[in-house]
């Protein structure tokens, strides 16, 4: 009987079929002839050439590769991409250990067949050839439509998003990002034409939520009332169509702090950033964090917060990412430096509170006395308690913040005031596709993306806002995008410069509504 000779064939089928298993949702179908096709090419050579050690590293490239891509589907239940890279080159020994103990799953198991196959595909070879007219005609045209297919892929800008197997995506895109990211430690302030547009006092409090899916809030329309505190107010401009243009915070947060946006994009080092105009325009900037100034989350984000006046990490218990979101560090701790910040004499300050917000742990982002919701008979129905629970908490905390500045506008009534909560992005909580986080493989949830997004403004700041023809309940429906969000905050700071495009500004007469809205995975975006 003769031997099975295609067994490297499904030793590169195995892991995304295996990926299609874990987790349909995340699996895209695309990646099988991906895989497919850049095995036609490193089995050039010995297709050629007939040499067996070409084979053997053909395929232990494939077998690699595979490996690494298979304990990532199986750990985190999608593939490899650059923000796991950045976790977990920011992890420490013990932190991997624990994290593993975690995540132990009976699916490791795979990994035993997995390198069974491994075995078998080195033992018994495929009799791949290059001899015949058929066999030529054949290996001719794979690897041409290969060729053909990168080559137009590279042109459109499309070949690392779409044709480059994903764990080797992963890596050059961390080598990018990270580059870009170091050079951005080293950028000084720049210096541009900027200066305040006003005589009045302003004071901007911008408020940076994480992870909130807003289909989770009672006043997004959600069964369970987790904002009430928020949904008392009867002074709060609740817009209904903003998102995000990415489904991370680093991604987000290098669009929305820039001059940068989906369509208009340079290196984060090289480009302005909204600390250069404030820095410009001498209006005093505070960046108060309760995120960890270590790891994916607050690597380059924490490298462009330095740019600010005043610098506050309250959350400094970590020694890497991994672990500051192991730990409870609660939201309300921001409001002590918060009030710091109020009772500075500055005549023009913005003022950033970034909050932990609803990011994994979910149980741990809130106190014991605002777990209200508890009732669940398994992991997913715990898991969508934990994570209401958080939307709670963060509904205290926002309603904390409008509250404390409330009183402030009575003691300083001539102060233009305004106060935006929003979040970096969204979370799929079991939304879509049955699946918990924020990771996406090919084409991103909407929940990934749909984002809440909240006006409070004194009454000094509503005069003025009115006497510019601006009308801001008539836009509680617009559609918006926070990669624009660089100018709206140069707008409510009353602001000169030439950084500033009125159409992009949500609180501007001139704001134009009408631009298609493209996320970080090349989709665009059309609400349902």
Same mark, same amino acid.
């Given at each position: 009987?003769?031997?099975?000779?295609?067994?490297?064939?499904?030793?590169?089928?195995?892991?995304?079929?295996?990926?299609?298993?874990?987790?349909?949702?995340?699996?895209?179908?695309?990646?099988?002839?991906?895989?497919?096709?850049?095995?036609?090419?490193?089995?050039?050579?010995?297709?050629?050439? *007939?040499?067996?050690?070409?084979?053997?590293?053909?395929?232990?490239?494939?077998?690699?590769?595979?490996?690494?891509?298979?304990?990532?589907?199986?750990?985190?239940?999608?593939?490899?991409?650059?923000?796991?890279?950045?976790?977990?080159?920011?992890?420490?020994?013990?932190?991997?250990?624990?994290?593993?103990?975690?995540?132990?799953?009976?699916?490791?198991?795979?990994?035993?067949?997995?390198?069974?196959?491994?075995?078998?595909?080195?033992?018994?070879?495929?009799?791949?050839?290059?001899?015949?007219?058929?066999?030529?005609?054949?290996?001719?045209?794979?690897?041409?439509?290969?060729?053909?297919?990168?080559?137009?892929?590279?042109?459109?800008?499309?070949?690392?998003?779409?044709?480059?197997?994903?764990?080797?995506?992963?890596?050059?895109?961390?080598?990018?990002?990270?580059?870009?990211?170091?050079?951005?430690?080293?950028?000084?302030?720049?210096?541009?034409?900027?200066?305040?547009?006003?005589?009045?006092?302003?004071?901007?409090?911008?408020?940076?939520?994480?992870?909130?899916? *807003?289909?989770?809030?009672?006043?997004?329309?959600?069964?369970?009332?987790?904002?009430?505190?928020?949904?008392?107010?009867?002074?709060?401009?609740?817009?209904?169509?903003?998102?995000?243009?990415?489904?991370?915070?680093?991604?987000?947060?290098?669009?929305?702090?820039?001059?940068?946006?989906?369509?208009?994009?340079?290196?984060?080092?090289?480009?302005?950033?909204?600390?250069?105009?404030?820095?410009?325009?001498?209006?005093?900037?505070?960046?108060?964090?309760?995120?960890?100034?270590?790891?994916?989350?607050?690597?380059?984000?924490?490298?462009?917060?330095?740019?600010?006046?005043?610098?506050?990490?309250?959350?400094?218990?970590?020694?890497?990412?991994?672990?500051?979101?192991?730990?409870?560090?609660?939201?309300?701790?921001?409001?002590?430096?918060?009030?710091?910040?109020?009772?500075?004499?500055?005549?023009?300050?913005?003022?950033?509170?970034?909050?932990?917000?609803?990011?994994?742990?979910?149980?741990?982002?809130?106190?014991?006395?605002?777990?209200?919701?508890?009732?669940?008979?398994?992991?997913?129905?715990?898991?969508?308690?934990?994570?209401?629970?958080?939307?709670?908490?963060?509904?205290?905390?926002?309603?904390?913040?409008?509250?404390?500045?409330?009183?402030?506008?009575?003691?300083?009534?001539?102060?233009?005031?305004?106060?935006?909560?929003?979040?970096?992005?969204?979370?799929?909580?079991?939304?879509?596709?049955?699946?918990?986080?924020?990771?996406?493989?090919?084409?991103?949830?909407?929940?990934?993306?749909?984002?809440?997004?909240?006006?409070?403004?004194?009454?000094?700041?509503?005069?003025?806002?009115?006497?510019?023809?601006?009308?801001?309940?008539?836009?509680?429906?617009?559609?918006?995008?926070?990669?624009?969000?660089?100018?709206?905050?140069?707008?409510?700071?009353?602001?000169?410069?030439?950084?500033?495009?009125?159409?992009?500004?949500?609180?501007?007469?001139?704001?134009?509504?009408?631009?298609?809205?493209?996320?970080?995975?090349?989709?665009?975006?059309?609400?349902?």
């Amino acid at each position: 009987m003769k031997p099975f000779r295609f067994w490297l064939f499904v030793l590169v089928l195995f892991v995304p079929l295996a990926g299609w298993c874990i987790n349909p949702g995340a699996f895209v179908p695309r990646m099988i002839l991906v895989q497919l096709m850049w095995t036609a090419l490193l089995l050039m050579p010995y297709v050629l050439f *007939r040499k067996r050690f070409l084979y053997v590293t053909a395929a232990t490239l494939l077998f690699i590769d595979g490996l690494i891509n298979l304990f990532h589907w199986i750990i985190v239940k999608c593939p490899l991409n650059a923000s796991s890279i950045f976790i977990f080159s920011n992890t420490n020994f013990n932190e991997a250990s624990e994290f593993m103990t975690v995540k132990m799953t009976p699916l490791l198991l795979l990994l035993v067949p997995y390198v069974l196959v491994f075995v078998l595909t080195l033992r018994y070879p495929p009799r791949l050839a290059f001899r015949t007219k058929s066999e030529i005609f054949v290996w001719s045209a794979l690897w041409l439509f290969t060729v053909v297919v990168f080559t137009v892929n590279i042109i459109n800008g499309r070949f690392l998003r779409l044709w480059v197997p994903e764990v080797e995506r992963a890596v050059v895109s961390f080598y990018i990002e990270s580059k870009s990211y170091k050079n951005l430690k080293k950028r000084n302030l720049y210096t541009v034409d900027a200066k305040i547009d006003s005589p009045d006092s302003t004071l901007v409090v911008v408020v940076i939520g994480e992870s909130y899916n *807003r289909n989770h809030a009672g006043i997004y329309g959600y069964h369970r009332q987790t904002t009430p505190r928020l949904a008392s107010h009867n002074d709060i401009l609740i817009f209904d169509d903003v998102i995000s243009a990415n489904s991370n915070t680093l991604g987000s947060v290098m669009l929305f702090l820039t001059e940068n946006n989906m369509n208009h994009q340079r290196p984060v080092d090289s480009c302005i950033h909204i600390f250069d105009v404030l820095h410009s325009a001498k209006c005093k900037s505070y960046w108060l964090s309760n995120q960890s100034p270590i790891g994916i989350w607050d690597n380059g984000v924490t490298n462009l917060a330095y740019n600010a006046d005043v610098v506050s990490f309250v959350n400094m218990m970590a020694s890497s990412s991994m672990e500051s979101t192991q730990m409870k560090s609660f939201d309300q701790k921001l409001i002590e430096p918060f009030v710091t910040a109020l009772s500075e004499k500055e005549k023009n300050k913005v003022v950033f509170l970034h909050l932990m917000g609803c990011h994994t742990e979910y149980q741990k982002r809130y106190p014991p006395d605002f777990e209200i919701f508890k009732d669940a008979k398994d992991k997913q129905g715990r898991t969508i308690n934990a994570y209401d629970n958080a939307i709670y908490y963060n509904d205290f905390v926002i309603d904390s913040i409008i509250s404390l500045l409330k009183n402030y506008s009575q003691n300083h009534p001539d102060m233009r005031i305004s106060v935006l909560y929003f979040s970096d992005h969204g979370e799929n909580v079991y939304d879509e596709d049955d699946y918990c986080g924020h990771n996406y493989s090919d084409r991103i949830p909407h929940v990934n993306v749909e984002i809440p997004f909240i006006f409070w403004f004194s009454e000094s700041q509503i005069a003025f806002l009115q006497s510019e023809g601006v009308s801001l309940v008539q836009r509680l429906h617009t559609p918006y995008m926070i990669d624009d969000l660089f100018h709206t905050i140069i707008d409510l700071a009353s602001i000169k410069t030439s950084c500033f495009d009125s159409r992009r500004s949500v609180v501007n007469k001139d704001y134009d509504a009408s631009r298609k809205r493209m996320l970080e995975d090349g989709n665009y975006y059309i609400r349902q």
